[in-house]
């Protein structure tokens, strides 16, 4: 797009157009930068609006198949009432964690972190096969 | 969005399906009380954690609203259990 700009400024300096129009053939030119052109435009990333959960036994005793949808805004809910918690609850509940082989620190938790986190959960998936049972997690 | 009926439909293999559709709003009412009781501890826990009172509601409030969509379907053999939010 420089190239298109500076062909817009050599017509400037040779006086063909105006400087209000060059200052409006530039305005355009960064208004089609911005909007993406159809053909190649990328698809724009989905927020996911719900984890689901789906696990299927496929056993010969008596099949069975669950099917759990959450929505994603008690994730939101749930880390924004995380980072009320005291710093001490918070040690404790690290402690805890890690002791049970959960290395994970929740003091660094924060709601910003939240939807950056959400953002790219659109293209996380989980797959786990066994011989007699799937999951399955995924967003949509 | 505030969440309005549970649906709850059991199939199975001896009888008819069953479906409930349970209205929210006048559980709502119903509990008010319990939920001002509710709101008063919250406030109560936040000035002795010194804790923002309105985060701390407005995430009770984003906990309540965010049920709306959850859904648990369990199928197994000829019965069938849906638990809807909506």
Redesign the interface.
């Known amino acids: 797009m420089s190239e298109q700009r500076r062909q817009i400024l050599a017509m400037l300096a040779e006086g063909k157009i105006t400087a209000d129009e060059a200052e409006r053939l530039i305005a355009a030119l960064e208004r089609d930068r911005e909007e993406p052109s159809p053909a190649s435009a990328e698809p724009r990333t989905r927020r996911p609006k719900y984890l689901r959960v789906v696990v299927e036994d496929r056993s010969e005793h008596e099949p069975a198949k669950v099917n759990v949808r959450i929505p994603i805004q008690l994730l939101r809910a749930g880390v924004r009432l995380a980072s009320l918690v005291p710093p001490e609850a918070l040690s404790q509940a690290n402690e805890q964690l890690s002791r049970a082989g959960v290395p994970i620190d929740l003091t660094k938790l924060k709601p910003g972190d939240i939807e950056e986190l959400i953002d790219q959960l659109a293209d996380m998936t989980v797959d786990v096969e066994e011989r007699d049972a799937t999951v399955h997690v995924f967003c949509e | 969005m505030i969440t309005q009926v549970m649906t709850i439909r059991v199939k199975d293999e001896d009888g008819g399906p069953i479906r409930l559709w349970i209205p929210l709003l006048p559980l709502y009412l119903v509990l008010s009380p319990l939920f001002v009781l509710l709101g008063f501890v919250v406030l109560v826990a ?1 000035a002795y ?1 010194r ?2 009172p309105l ?2 509601l ?3 409030w ?2 309540f ?13 000829d019965t069938r259990v849906l638990v809807k939010i909506s």
Request: net charge positive; glycine share 16%.
């Open positions: 936040c954690y804790a923002n985060r701390a407005l995430g009770c984003q906990l609203t965010g049920l709306s969509g959850f859904r648990v379907e369990v199928r197994q053999g």
